[in-house]
């Protein structure tokens, strides 16, 4: 149990690093929870900040996502020894839920991060590398269906477990579980927008709408 402890908060420090906060380090301080919606993730600094600087936040929250659940397991730490009652699968998705955890709340910024998606892509990669081209479409399409991008951002998260239920092997359960999980936290972590689209108020981003209605405005953020 010290080397799952140990690795989970490892994994937690990692997903703590926010892109945004980075790079907006690297812009002279800049703050991107202080401007538009006041997400740290991925689409308010595109919004706010342009694409270059939106490209390297996105890098940066997938790569957290990438290191907690393809490097963190596997690493030799001073003084803890690997525990041989450990099942590695589930101390992989334990280090990957972590490195999600860490981006949504991040000790090194108030516990004020974003909202988990690009960081759980990154964990997607190494655990189900399959799975991201139908998980970026069907965001793409419920995107440019409803211009929200909320909306497309728990869809995609949804039919994760959706589609493992149904197609994958039983000796896929951990990897149904964690995605289930992650989808449940998604949907938790999104609740402010989906109380905006109940109320009506939520904003889109009609430009990318194949059914484009008048009015409406442009997307919030979410990441």
Not at 94 to 116: D, E, M, N, R, T
Not at 148 to 156: P, Y
Request: net charge positive.
């Amino acid at each position: 149990m010290l080397e799952l402890g140990v690795k989970f908060l490892i994994s937690y420090f990692i997903g703590s690093l926010m892109g945004s906060m980075i790079m907006g380090k690297l812009r002279g301080g800049v703050d991107i929870r202080t401007m538009g919606s006041g997400n740290a993730g991925g689409t308010n600094a595109l919004r706010t900040q342009g694409l270059i600087f939106a490209v390297g936040v996105v890098i940066i929250d997938i790569g957290k996502g990438v290191i907690g659940a393809g490097v963190v397991p596997e690493l030799n730490v001073p003084f803890i020894a690997e525990d041989p009652m450990l099942s590695r699968t589930w101390l992989t998705l334990c280090c990957s839920a972590a490195a999600v955890l860490g981006h949504v709340w991040p000790i090194y910024h108030g516990f004020k991060g974003g909202k988990g998606a690009g960081t759980l892509i990154g964990t997607l990669v190494i655990l189900g590398p399959n799975l991201i081209i139908g998980v970026l479409l069907i965001w793409a399409w419920v995107l440019v269906v409803s211009g929200f991008v909320g909306l497309a951002t728990m869809s995609a998260a949804s039919a994760l477990p959706i589609y493992l239920a149904f197609v994958m092997q039983l000796e896929d359960q951990p990897l149904f579980i964690y995605t289930a999980v992650m989808a449940m936290c998604i949907i938790f972590w999104h609740r402010s927008n989906i109380q905006r689209m109940r109320d009506g108020t939520e904003h889109r981003n009609t430009g990318l709408m194949v059914f484009r209605r008048k009015g409406g405005g442009s997307s919030d953020e979410q990441s």
